[in-house]
């Protein structure tokens, strides 16, 4: 089974729709990420959070949110999608070993296209 | 903040064909990490390798930490190899996100 999941993997939506995408993790990790991919081009990231009760903004946040629900669960929101959300999103886990941060992993992306 | 440089942005290569990779970042790094996304958009996870060498089969690679630099070889490349190639860099007191160079897209043609 895989580390790192993310449901669900395809998505077309209309503009203005609700939108929640979820991640689940069995590492163990209790680093969270959530990073985008415009076409062409390397992932940013919009949040991160550290654990349950720590959540922090990335780069491109606007426009997004996010809740953890657990430690092995973080779900991204777009309130309110707009076609310049179209992109491939990314889940990613990883902790830190007091000196570093230790390997990051992926999950297998999420493909949302809003029209 | 902090530049991650790839070089080269495009390469195209014929099957048993060696190749480097290159990427340059501006600063002192916590980490460092080399990714395979295939045509499918997976990323999957190549080296995590702040400073050394290590290698993987017919991958390796080396980062110099001091000199801010790390190249991935591929050897003996195979079709399969196809896809882009990313750099990604942590640095300290930024809560571990990874900050991505913009690819090489790897090309092997049989």
């Known amino acids: 089974d895989a580390d790192v999941t993310q449901t669900p993997r395809n998505r077309i939506t209309k503009t203005g729709k609700r939108i929640m995408l979820e991640c689940s993790q069995t590492k163990g990790h209790d680093r969270m990420y959530w990073y985008r991919q415009d076409p062409g081009l390397g992932l940013r990231l919009i949040y991160y959070s550290f654990d349950v009760k720590d959540i922090n903004k990335g780069e491109i946040s606007d426009g997004y949110s996010v809740s953890r629900q657990a430690q092995a669960k973080f779900s991204l929101s777009l309130e309110s999608a707009i076609p310049n959300q179209t992109a491939l999103y990314f889940c990613a886990t990883s902790d830190f070993n007091g000196r570093a941060y230790n390997e990051q992993f992926f999950g297998p992306g999420t493909r949302l296209t809003v029209l | 903040g902090i530049q991650v440089e790839q070089s080269p942005p495009d390469l195209i290569l014929q099957e048993g064909a060696n190749s480097t990779l290159r990427c340059n970042f501006s600063d002192s790094v916590n980490n460092l990490q080399w990714f395979h996304q295939n045509p499918w958009g997976q990323l999957i996870n190549l080296f995590y390798i702040p400073s050394g060498t290590k290698q993987n089969g017919r991958l390796s690679a080396t980062t110099v930490a001091t000199e801010r630099y790390s190249l991935l070889y591929i050897s003996s490349s195979q079709t399969t190899d196809s896809g882009v190639y990313f750099c990604?860099?942590?640095?300290?007191?930024?809560?571990?996100?990874?900050?991505f160079g913009q690819g090489t897209e790897l090309s092997v043609k049989p």
């Open positions: 990604a860099v942590t640095i300290y007191n930024q809560g571990g996100k990874l900050i």
